[in-house]
C-alpha cells in the first residue's frame, strides 16, 4: 500500500518561498509508469494541479504557476519536494501529494497524501 | 487548457435516491482520459471512477460512469448515508484540470 505524506510549514510570510516536502512509503519514487505530484485546494474551493516529477526526474508544471514552480526529488529518501517563489495571499490553501498512475484507462491520481494547509500572512 | 464544467453545483436528495452528476468539457476528450474522485470534508479527494466507467479498487458497484466526447455522467444508483460529499470530475489532455465540483447533500 503506498502512502504520501506532506510537511513543511504551515505559515509563509508573503513574497517568501513555500516549501513542502512528501514522502513516499510503500513504492519507489523511481519506479516507472508514475509521476509524483503537488496539486492544492485552497479554502472552500476546487483542486488546482501544481506539477509533477516524473520517475526519469523529468518535471511538468502548470503553465499558470511555472514561473514560480520548482518540483524535486531525493530518490535516496524516497521523498519529493515543492517550492513555490513569491507567494501571496492566494498561495494559501490545503497542499497535496499524489501520484499519477500512468495505466492501461489513462493517468489517475490514485494515492494522496492526506494534505497539509499552509497560510500566506504576515 | 480544456475546461471542465459540473452540473448541478449542489444536489440535495435523501437516502436511497438516486444521484445523478455531469461533467461537461471544453474540448472532446479521450474517453480513457476522464476521472472522478470523491472527497469528504477534511479529507483528501479519493479515486472514484476512471476511464470513464471503470470502478477503482473498493468503489462499490452503485456508482457508475458514463459518457464520451464532452458530456459525462457519474451515477449514484441508491445513495448511501456515506455518499453525501462533493464529486470531482478531472481529465487528462495535455495537463490536468478539475471540474469545480458537485456537492452531494442530505436533503
Redesign the interface.
Known amino acids: 500500500q503506498v502512502q504520501l505524506q506532506e510537511s513543511g510549514p504551515g505559515l509563509v510570510k508573503p513574497s517568501q518561498t513555500l516549501s513542502l516536502t512528501c514522502a513516499v512509503s510503500g513504492g519507489s519514487i523511481s519506479s516507472g509508469g508514475y509521476s509524483w ?1 503537488w496539486i492544492r485546494q485552497p479554502p472552500g474551493k ?4 501544481i506539477g509533477f516529477i516524473y520517475y526519469s526526474g523529468g518535471t ?1 508544471y ?2 499558470s504557476l511555472k514561473s514560480r514552480v520548482t518540483i524535486s526529488a531525493d530518490m535516496s529518501k524516497n521523498q519529493f519536494s515543492l517550492k513555490l517563489t513569491s507567494v501571496t495571499a492566494a498561495d494559501t490553501a490545503v497542499y ?1 501529494c ?1 501520484r ?1 498512475w500512468f ?8 494515492y ?4 497539509t494547509s499552509v497560510t500566506v500572512s504576515s | 487548457e480544456i475546461v471542465l464544467t459540473q452540473s448541478p453545483g449542489t444536489l440535495s436528495l435523501s437516502p436511497g435516491e438516486r444521484a445523478t452528476l455531469s461533467c461537461k468539457t471544453s474540448q472532446s476528450v479521450s474517453s480513457s482520459y476522464l476521472t472522478w474522485y470523491q472527497q469528504k470534508p477534511g479529507q483528501a479527494p479519493r479515486l472514484l471512477i476512471y476511464g470513464v466507467s471503470r470502478r477503482a479498487t473498493d468503489i462499490p458497484d452503485r456508482f457508475s460512469g458514463s459518457g464520451s466526447g464532452t458530456d459525462f455522467t457519474l451515477t449514484i444508483s441508491r445513495l448511501e448515508p456515506e455518499d453525501f460529499a462533493v464529486y470531482y470530475c478531472q481529465q487528462y489532455g495535455t495537463s490536468p484540470t478539475f471540474g469545480p465540483g458537485t456537492k452531494v447533500e442530505i436533503k
Open positions: 505530484n476546487g483542486l488546482e494541479w511538468y502548470n503553465p497535496y499524489a499519477l495505466g492501461e484507462l489513462g493517468p489517475v491520481f490514485d494522496w497524501g492526506q494534505g
